[in-house]
Antibody
Framework: QVQLQQSGAELVKPGTSVKLSCKAS????????MNWIKQTTGQGLEWIGI????????SYNVKFKGKATLTVDKSSSTAFMQLSSLTPEDSAVYYC???????????WGQGVMVTVSS | DIQMTQSPASLSASLEEIVTITCQAS??????LAWYQQKPGKSPQLLIY???SLADGVPSRFSGSRSGTQYSLKISRLQVEDIGIYYC?????????FGGGTKLELK
C-alpha cells in the first residue's frame, strides 16, 4: 500500500534552516508528483510547491519562493523540503502529499511539526 | 491566485441529517475541484475529486456537485464518523489553493 513516511518533529532556532524528508513506498516513486503543504491554525492549508521526481522539475507558490527548496533522491524514493531563514511564522505542520495528473492529492504523509523558537 | 471561499466555517448537525458545504471559486476552475476530510490529529484524506467522483473507499452518502463556480459537498445522512474538518481544493492552476475549512460537529 502507498505510504509516505515523514521525518520527526523539529524544534529549531530563528534564522536557521531545516530539511524535512518524506520516504515513499508502495508505488513507483517517479510516477506521481510530490507536493508540500503547510498547515497552521490561522492560515489553514497552503500549497508550497510541487516536484516531479522523475525530472526533478519544480514549481513553487510565489509566497514560498526563497523559503522552500524541493529536491528528491530517486535511489531512496525520498522527497525533501529545505526551509531556510526560519522565523516563528514558519512554525506549522508540514505535509508531503502525492498528487495525480488530475491535481487532486490522493495520499498524504503523517505531517511533521516544525517549531521555530529561540 | 484563485480564491476558494468556503462556507460555513462551522456547522453543527444531528445524526442522519443532510449536510451541505459549499465552496465558491473566484474564477472558472471547470471540474478541477477536490474535497478532503481531516479528523483531529490526522492528515487530510481525499473524499471527492473532479467535482463529483468519489475516492476509493468513500461511502456513497458523500456526493459532490457544481453550479457555475459554486461547488458543493453533500453528506446525505450524517454519521458519527463524519465529524471533522472539510476542505475544498482547486486543481485548475497553480498555486493550488484550499478553502478555509468547515468544522463539522454533532449537535
Amino acid at each position: 500500500q502507498v505510504q509516505l513516511q515523514q521525518s520527526g518533529a523539529e524544534l529549531v532556532k530563528p534564522g536557521t534552516s531545516v530539511k524535512l524528508s518524506c520516504k515513499a513506498s508502495g508505488y513507483t516513486f517517479t510516477s506521481n508528483h510530490m507536493n508540500w503543504i503547510k498547515q497552521t491554525t490561522g492560515q489553514g492549508l497552503e500549497w508550497i510547491g510541487i516536484i516531479n521526481p522523475g525530472s526533478g522539475g519544480t514549481s513553487y507558490n510565489v509566497k514560498f519562493k526563497g523559503k522552500a527548496t524541493l529536491t528528491v533522491d530517486k535511489s531512496s524514493s525520498t522527497a525533501f523540503m529545505q526551509l531556510s531563514s526560519l522565523t516563528p511564522e514558519d512554525s506549522a505542520v508540514y505535509y508531503c502529499a502525492r498528487s495525480r495528473l488530475s491535481g487532486d492529492i490522493d495520499y498524504w504523509g503523517q505531517g511533521v511539526m516544525v517549531t521555530v523558537s529561540s | 491566485d484563485i480564491q476558494m471561499t468556503q462556507s460555513p466555517a462551522s456547522l453543527s448537525a444531528s445524526l442522519e441529517e443532510i449536510v451541505t458545504i459549499t465552496c465558491q471559486a473566484s474564477q472558472n476552475i471547470g471540474n478541477w475541484l477536490a474535497w478532503y476530510q481531516q479528523k483531529p490529529g490526522k492528515s487530510p484524506q481525499l473524499l471527492i475529486y473532479g467535482t463529483t467522483s468519489l475516492a476509493d473507499g468513500v461511502p456513497s452518502r458523500f456526493s459532490g456537485s457544481r453550479s457555475g463556480t459554486q461547488y458543493s459537498l453533500k453528506i446525505s445522512r450524517l454519521q458519527v464518523e463524519d465529524i471533522g474538518i472539510y476542505y475544498c481544493q482547486q486543481a485548475s492552476s497553480t498555486p493550488w489553493t484550499f478553502g478555509g475549512g468547515t468544522k463539522l460537529e454533532l449537535k
